[in-house]
């Protein structure tokens, strides 16, 4: 519990540093070709990917802290370590942007944290089949905003593009774990729900 809570605080507070260096594009983009239009896109889109790996960090800390599995809290702490980069990774970029993170962010949190909870306490393959499930959504999501970025913005895309690429693992390692899969309504419930966080983070 008291882990989670420290989690609470790095996470909105900024703090959290990455493991990994940040992805660098190929090749290496110009953030001063960008147009005052095209960095306030850039910005909105990666505030979006920042807010949802707050939410991923909430959701990995509070299923780590209901399973009874050693085995499987040890792996969503890795995945969480591994989701800690791209928040590390997106507050750099809307940094450099000149874009701020959402005023929301407390309020992201603790709905994810509680949604992790529930889904933990349903059972372990219950759990696996969220984290399935969230990371089908954040695959597709990503891939949409790789097509919303401005061609321009480089930089921005080679952190999306290796986002992209460990939200697909994180499914296929839950999945080997035995993931059982959601009921429809709970799947379309968690669409309708990203797509407010989504919409609502543009511009909050």
């Known amino acids: 519990m008291l882990s989670s809570v420290d989690n609470a605080l790095r996470t ?5 540093t990455a493991a990994r260096p940040c992805p660098q594009p190929k090749p290496r983009g110009d953030q001063a070709s960008l147009t005052p239009e095209q960095r306030r896109e850039s910005g ?3 505030r979006v990917n920042h807010v949802g790996e707050v939410c991923a960090q909430a959701m990995y800390q509070a299923q780590a802290l ?3 599995s050693p085995a499987l809290r040890a792996r969503l702490i890795e ?11 997106t507050r750099q970029r809307m940094n450099q942007l000149g874009a701020r993170p959402s005023l929301l962010n407390p309020f992201w949190y603790a709905g994810a944290f509680s949604f992790g909870l529930l889904a933990g306490r349903a059972g ?9 499930e969230t990371e089908r959504q954040v695959e597709r999501h990503l891939q949409g905003h790789l097509e919303r ?11 999306v593009e290796q986002m992209k690429s ?6 296929e390692l839950a999945r080997s774990a035995g993931a059982r899969q959601l009921p429809l309504p709970v799947r379309l419930a968690m669409r309708a729900a990203a797509k407010v966080m989504t919409t609502t983070a543009h511009y909050i």
């Open 44 to 46: 909105a889109l990666m």
């Open 149 to 159: 970025l401005p061609e321009a913005d480089h930089a921005s895309k080679a952190i």
């Open 124 to 132: 372990d393959p219950t759990s696996l089949g969220f984290v399935v």
């Open 79 to 89: 995945a969480a370590r591994e989701e800690g980069d791209h928040l590390a990774w």
């Open 12 to 16: 909105l507070g900024g703090s959290v």
């Open 166 to 171: 460990d939200e697909i693992h994180h499914a």
């Open 66 to 68: 209901t399973t009874r």
